[in-house]
């Protein structure tokens, strides 16, 4: 079987770029509608701003020709959960029954300290709950594949080493001196090295620049693409009766 070759990075830039395209359009907007004030640097909510970088990593499970995968971006694209009813994923890929993989894509511009725990809290729980509702048999026998992409403005509010606030018991010594960037490469790190997801990418970007900063390879759009393309590869060896059928339960 040919094997597609790494898009690199140059492939990744035109999503990140339309990334900060549209961010901004929705910022004016809201500034528009008052519901934002010039003077801000919060996240704005609502948009659309990940669509082209999601439409990207479905391009990854469109590479090999010879599996049709049912690939689902946008809208309400709701998986069994355990500890709650549903969680929508920002992208879905399904086969003949199967979920081949579901995807969480997230980003912070601004606001770091207000939002770092609430990324760091979603990309757990989302995990911890969708592998509970697997052993308990909700999406068959197959274990399903789970990614999860992190961009983060690259700013001083997110590289500044921070200061160790009091903790009413010690800490880690591995978040000494780091910034947000690198409490995000440590978070997905290890919840990858733990198997709570699949693979991952933490990736800090600037408006206006065409460098991406990719803290560490097992982290990077690369490894991810290499990732993808073991699960291409994974479902495609799959026997026959591997599937449950060709329709889909959800």
Do not use: C
């Not at 909700?138 to 690259?154: A, D, K, N, S, T």
């Amino acid at each position: 079987m040919d094997v597609p070759p790494m898009r690199g990075d140059f492939v990744w830039k035109a999503p990140l770029q339309r990334f900060w395209q549209v961010r901004g359009q929705q910022t004016q907007k809201q500034i528009e509608a008052g519901v934002l004030d010039a003077g801000t640097r919060s996240s704005v909510t609502g948009g659309k701003h990940m669509d082209a970088l999601a439409s990207a990593v479905a391009d990854l499970f469109r590479a090999d020709p010879e599996i049709a995968f049912d690939i689902r971006i946008g809208g309400r694209l709701s998986l069994p959960g355990y500890y709650r009813r549903t969680k929508d994923w920002d992208l879905v890929v399904l086969y003949r029954g199967v979920l081949v993989a579901a995807v969480e894509l997230k980003s912070q511009v601004g606001s770091f300290g207000n939002n770092f725990n609430n990324r760091s809290e979603e990309a757990i729980g989302n995990a911890a709950d969708i592998w509970r509702a697997y052993e308990e048999g909700f999406f068959g026998h197959i274990r399903p594949w789970l990614g999860f992409i992190m961009v983060l403005e690259r700013a001083k509010g997110s590289t500044t080493p921070l200061g160790d606030s009091t903790a009413i018991f010690a800490t880690d010594p591995v978040f000494r001196n780091t910034g947000y960037l690198d409490r995000y490469r440590i978070l997905m790190q290890r919840l990858v090295r733990e198997k709570q997801y699949d693979a991952a990418v933490v990736v800090a970007t600037e408006k206006g620049q065409d460098t991406i900063d990719e803290p560490v390879f097992d982290l990077s759009f690369a490894n991810f693409e290499a990732a993808v393309a073991a699960r291409i590869a994974y479902i495609r060896a799959l026997p026959d009766g591997a599937f449950p059928d060709d329709k889909l339960p959800f």
